[in-house]
């Protein structure tokens, strides 16, 4: 049927090769005398060809050698004439695909669009928010065969999520820092991360080093991860723990922060956090 509407319309075409080879048919058949029909697949003996049938199968094939069965039937019972109605508007499907194309230029920074995802007031339904497009994208990038369709998250893809998260947020405020770090420079002596030592590890995100440094504590408590001042999502992350650890007051809700995390002028934000509490 698209062939048909192919061959009888004179809009332009969706693609050159097809263009080409339609003119040539054009050229043989004049409109005015030849009266396209369509054909159902089950009709077609060309489409042996063009879909493949074993020799076997192919010599006794009633419908290769003597064509569909209606041709040997009253002329009443062909199937219908070509309708112009069938013609697909190239020209709508071309805009189309235009629209298409330019919505998918119009695709956002990761920055952009972790401080823009509608997280519900919840810095955990954004890690898992992340964690499913961080999951989305990997498997875009893999065969059908091969992709996974478990749609539980695991610890690590939690944790690869949270990872990301601090590493806009550190990108966005600490770019500076970032570039001189990543080449062994001395960073401002007006950065908030003067006097922290802070270091770029493995997975690019800015660790602090301390006086802890000889302590038992984990890796994590000993170089946590540092987060500006007042950032919106900082602020969602210590809100998340507040209410975690059933309304902690400042210092301890600090002290628990920084388990994981080293947010500057941690203190004035917990009390923040603490004071625009609701319950509290
Ligand atoms: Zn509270």
């Known amino acids: 049927m698209t062939v048909i509407s192919w061959i009888n319309t004179e809009s332009a075409l969706p693609d050159k ?31 042996f060809v063009s879909r493949g049938v074993s020799p076997q199968k192919m010599s ?22 070509y309708d112009k109605h069938w013609n697909i508007d190239y020209e709508h499907k071309f805009d189309l695909k235009e629209q298409t194309t330019s919505l998918a230029s119009m695709t956002t920074s990761q920055e952009e ?12 339904v ?39 998260i ?20 001395a960073i401002s002596p007006s950065s908030l991360l003067n006097g922290l030592a802070p ?9 602090v080093a301390g006086r802890l440094e000889t302590s038992s504590l984990s890796y994590h408590a000993k170089h946590p991860m540092a ?12 809100q998340d723990t507040h209410k975690k650890k059933l309304h902690y007051g400042p210092q301890t809700l600090l002290a628990q922060v ?3 995390c080293w947010p500057i002028k941690g203190l004035s934000m917990a009390r923040s956090v603490v004071q625009h509490c609701i319950r509290c």
């Open 17 to 47: 090769f097809i263009t080409n080879r339609i003119a040539v048919i054009q050229e043989l058949t004049t409109p005015d005398h030849i009266n396209s029909r369509y054909v159902s697949s089950k009709d077609n003996p060309a489409d």
């Open 60 to 81: 006794t094939c009633h419908l290769w050698f003597y064509g569909p069965q209606f041709l040997h039937g009253d002329k009443q019972r062909w199937p219908v004439a």
């Open 113 to 124: 669009m972790i401080y823009t995802i509608n997280h519900r007031n919840s810095f955990k």
């Open 126 to 164: 954004l890690n898992r928010i992340v964690a499913y497009v961080l999951r989305f994208i990997k498997q875009c990038k893999v065969k059908n065969h091969q992709r996974k369709s478990s749609i539980l998250l695991t610890p690590e893809k939690l944790n690869e999520s949270l990872n990301t």
């Open 166 to 185: 601090i590493k806009v947020i550190q990108s966005a405020d600490f770019k500076d820092e970032m570039r001189k770090l990543l080449k062994s420079y």
């Open 199 to 207: 270091f770029v590890n493995t997975n690019g995100i800015i660790r």
């Open 227 to 238: 987060l500006p001042y007042n950032d919106p999502l900082v602020t969602l992350l210590m």
């Open 258 to 260: 920084r388990q994981k």
